[in-house]
């Protein structure tokens, strides 16, 4: 067995394919001063070509997954139109005497070293989306065929170095079982893909491999965790073919249980609501059976432009939000910037530990300007639904004093003005950082709710970087610490009568439902992919059972102890489920 990245979840039974790396023969002969012309016009030419082929390829891709996910072929095409990057090819051509597919091959040579060199994994990420949109535009002016995967046989288990978003797009569900990459991380747009088309995925098996997988081989992969077996034996075998079967009914049954009320079978209800960073996919949310939005990651809305969002396109996006919720609640959190999330036209100071930095809340209250735009964008939209605001990374009163003046000041301005808003709109924080929890009761005491982010809550806890895949063994939500951490906080709300929810990951981990249900947790909100999973468990896990699992919890003393009670505690729903 090989343990790998599980990057998206569900298991794969079957044989593999191994995709050739796409690499080029180029001319090697230098071209002359009257060929200039004609060789940039091979250029354009190449890109008028991947242009059209991109918006094809986003067009058939909007009917498998949906528009969000093809938002990532929106970067190629800038790509293909920034200045910058033609600017590189002219200057190869002029320079050096070299014909058009050596000058593009070089200058995204060029620019994926530059980036990638950058110790960032988000510029890390751009580097491969030059390197796939270059690929198309160098096949274009090579008239190199299609690197093709086979239809014509049985479905199979594609094995690549790294894969691209323009070849995940080419994928059919319906033939490739699963992926497996040697390189890649579980945060890159391919496996965002990969989740959004359900096909399971394990990246980075590279250094554990002792010599290279081949096609025809049979192979079982799990994308739970990551493991992938290599010619498994027939024990092996009939355990993932009955883990594969039952997965594939679940899968069936959950589109019945989308309209079903979220209530455990004595009578527990629990709000279960959805994760978004966009109106766009508000529309998968819903159609999840999400109760309103628990978290609104509003920092996308900061990316992909050239400055800050002004006052009214905010104001318009949450509105937008708020209207379709119709009624149903919505939290907005500020600006959480900072640490792996960067905006390319506001300059972070260079910092030794950016997640320790400056960032979120912090920033908002250096750069009162911006942090009053957003205020008064929510605060406006609080009058065309039930909107709450939130604020990241609240590690003291101080900071939710200071942000709740600056709130007093948008509204006085916005009375001023004769612009409506909600003036009893709710006010909550994040609880992620462990001074926080310490200090829980006294938050209490300043705002409406908390919700719990438990994704760095986790991180700065055990003082585990989220992004290190060196120590990404160490990141243990099911840590004794943190189950301490979060009965501080729930008691801590409870005791002063304010609302409690969970936003991060944790929040749609099925073996976690019992510790929320003991807690009496007000709402779970998580992304919308979870949201059936999390119910269709919910309808069969009873509270009072979960409270008896749950009081043996704080007894471990590992992490292991703790998940494998919770994992004894599904097995015996499951079991007690399937016995009528
Ligand atoms: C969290 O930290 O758990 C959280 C929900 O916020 P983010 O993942 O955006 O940091
Ligand atoms: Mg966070």
């Given at each position: 067995?090989?343990?790998?990245?599980?990057?998206?979840?569900g298991?794969?039974?079957?044989?593999?394919?191994?995709?050739?790396?796409?690499?080029?023969?180029?001319?090697?002969?230098k071209?002359?001063?009257?060929?200039?012309?004609r060789?940039?016009?091979?250029?354009?030419?190449g890109?008028?070509?991947s242009?059209?082929?991109i918006e094809?390829?986003?067009d058939?891709?909007?009917e498998?997954?949906?528009?969000?996910?093809t938002?990532?072929?929106d970067?190629?095409?800038?790509?293909l139109?920034?200045?910058?990057?033609m600017?590189?090819?002219?200057?190869?051509?002029?320079?050096?005497?070299?014909?058009?597919?050596?000058?593009?091959?070089?200058?995204?040579d060029?620019?994926?070293t530059?980036f990638?060199?950058?110790?960032?994994?988000?510029?890390?990420?751009r580097?491969?989306?030059?390197?796939?949109?270059?690929?198309?535009?160098?096949?274009?002016?090579l008239?190199?065929?299609?690197?093709?995967?086979?239809?014509?046989t049985q479905?199979?288990?594609?094995i690549?170095?790294?894969l691209?978003p323009?070849?995940l797009?080419?994928?059919n569900?319906?033939?490739?079982?699963?992926?497996?990459?040697?390189?890649?991380?579980?945060t890159?747009?391919?496996?965002i893909?990969?989740?959004?088309?359900?096909v399971?995925?394990?990246?980075?098996i590279?250094?554990?491999?002792?010599?290279p997988?081949q096609?025809?081989?049979?192979?079982i992969i799990?994308?739970s965790?990551?493991?992938?077996?290599?010619?498994?034996e027939?024990p092996?075998?009939?355990?993932?073919t009955?883990?594969?079967?039952?997965?594939?009914?679940?899968?069936?049954?959950?589109?019945?249980?989308?309209?079903?009320?979220?209530v455990?079978?004595?009578?527990k209800?629990?709000?279960?609501?959805?994760?978004?960073?966009?109106f766009?996919?508000?529309e998968?949310?819903?159609?999840?059976?999400?109760?309103?939005v628990?978290?609104?990651?509003?920092?996308?809305?900061?990316?992909d432009?050239?400055?800050?969002?002004?006052?009214?396109?905010?104001y318009?996006?949450?509105?937008?939000?708020?209207?379709?919720?119709?009624?149903?609640?919505?939290v907005?959190?500020?600006?959480d910037?900072?640490g792996?999330?960067?905006?390319?036209?506001?300059?972070?100071?260079?910092?030794?530990?950016?997640?320790?930095?400056?960032?979120?809340?912090?920033?908002s209250l250096?750069r009162?300007?911006l942090?009053?735009?957003?205020?008064?964008?929510?605060?406006r939209?609080?009058h065309?639904?039930q909107?709450?605001?939130?604020?990241?990374?609240?590690s003291?009163v101080?900071?939710?004093?200071?942000?709740?003046?600056?709130?007093?000041?948008?509204?006085?301005?916005?009375?001023?003005e004769?612009?409506p808003?909600?003036?009893?709109m709710?006010?909550?924080?994040?609880?992620e950082v462990?001074?926080?929890?310490?200090?829980?009761?006294?938050?209490?005491?300043?705002?409406?709710?908390?919700?719990?982010?438990?994704?760095d809550?986790?991180q700065?806890?055990?003082?585990?970087?989220?992004?290190?895949?060196?120590?990404?063994?160490?990141?243990?939500?099911y840590?004794p610490?943190?189950l301490?951490?979060?009965?501080?906080?729930?008691?801590?709300?409870?005791?002063?009568?304010?609302k409690?929810?969970?936003?991060g990951?944790?929040a749609?981990?099925?073996?976690?439902?019992?510790?929320?249900?003991?807690?009496?947790?007000?709402?779970l909100?998580?992304?919308?992919?979870?949201?059936?999973?999390?119910?269709?468990?919910?309808?069969?896990?009873?509270?009072?059972?979960?409270?008896?699992?749950?009081?043996?919890?704080?007894?471990?003393?590992?992490?292991?102890?703790?998940?494998?009670?919770?994992i004894?505690?599904?097995?015996?729903?499951?079991n007690?489920?399937a016995?009528?």
């Amino acid at each position: 067995m090989i343990q790998g990245i599980g990057a998206s979840a569900g298991i794969a039974i079957g044989r593999a394919f191994v995709l050739p790396n796409w690499e080029w023969e180029l001319p090697e002969q230098k071209i002359d001063v009257a060929d200039f012309a004609r060789e940039f016009e091979r250029v354009y030419e190449g890109i008028r070509t991947s242009k059209s082929e991109i918006e094809q390829i986003k067009d058939e891709l909007r009917e498998v997954v949906g528009s969000e996910e093809t938002h990532i072929f929106d970067a190629h095409l800038a790509i293909l139109d920034d200045p910058v990057f033609m600017n590189e090819i002219q200057g190869i051509i002029q320079r050096q005497y070299k014909a058009a597919e050596v000058a593009v091959k070089e200058a995204i040579d060029h620019f994926v070293t530059m980036f990638d060199l950058l110790d960032d994994e988000y510029m890390k990420e751009r580097a491969l989306d030059i390197k796939d949109v270059g690929n198309r535009l160098l096949k274009h002016l090579l008239g190199a065929p299609e690197i093709t995967l086979p239809s014509d046989t049985q479905p199979f288990i594609l094995i690549a170095k790294e894969l691209s978003p323009s070849q995940l797009a080419h994928i059919n569900p319906q033939h490739v079982l699963g992926i497996v990459t040697l390189a890649g991380s579980t945060t890159s747009h391919s496996a965002i893909m990969a989740r959004a088309l359900g096909v399971p995925l394990i990246v980075g098996i590279e250094a554990k491999l002792e010599e290279p997988i081949q096609t025809g081989q049979s192979l079982i992969i799990d994308g739970s965790d990551g493991k992938v077996f290599i010619n498994p034996e027939q024990p092996v075998i009939d355990v993932y073919t009955e883990l594969h079967r039952r997965q594939v009914e679940a899968k069936n049954r959950l589109h019945d249980i989308a309209g079903y009320r979220p209530v455990t079978p004595d009578g527990k209800m629990l709000s279960l609501a959805a994760n978004i960073s966009s109106f766009k996919e508000l529309e998968i949310a819903l159609s999840s059976g999400a109760h309103g939005v628990g978290l609104f990651r509003t920092e996308f809305l900061y990316m992909d432009r050239n400055r800050f969002p002004k006052e009214e396109e905010q104001y318009e996006v949450y509105r937008s939000v708020a209207e379709k919720l119709e009624g149903e609640p919505l939290v907005i959190r500020t600006l959480d910037v900072g640490g792996d999330k960067q905006l390319d036209y506001f300059e972070l100071p260079e910092e030794d530990n950016p997640f320790l930095g400056y960032r979120a809340i912090r920033i908002s209250l250096d750069r009162q300007d911006l942090f009053k735009t957003q205020l008064r964008a929510i605060l406006r939209a609080s009058h065309h639904g039930q909107v709450k605001l939130m604020y990241p990374l609240i590690s003291s009163v101080e900071e939710v004093r200071a942000a709740n003046r600056i709130l007093e000041e948008a509204k006085r301005e916005l009375e001023l003005e004769g612009l409506p808003f909600d003036n009893g709109m709710k006010i909550g924080v994040m609880i992620e950082v462990p001074a926080a929890v310490m200090i829980a009761d006294l938050l209490a005491e300043e705002v409406d709710f908390f919700s719990i982010g438990t994704n760095d809550l986790v991180q700065f806890t055990l003082a585990v970087d989220r992004m290190n895949e060196q120590i990404s063994h160490l990141y243990e939500p099911y840590h004794p610490a943190l189950l301490r951490m979060l009965r501080l906080t729930v008691e801590a709300a409870k005791r002063h009568g304010i609302k409690v929810g969970v936003c991060g990951e944790l929040a749609g981990d099925l073996r976690a439902l019992p510790l929320w249900l003991t807690l009496d947790v007000d709402e779970l909100s998580m992304s919308s992919h979870s949201i059936l999973q999390v119910k269709e468990r919910l309808l069969c896990t009873s509270q009072a059972e979960s409270r008896e699992v749950v009081r043996q919890l704080y007894d471990c003393r590992t992490s292991t102890e703790i998940l494998d009670r919770l994992i004894a505690f599904m097995e015996h729903i499951d079991n007690k489920t399937a016995n009528g």
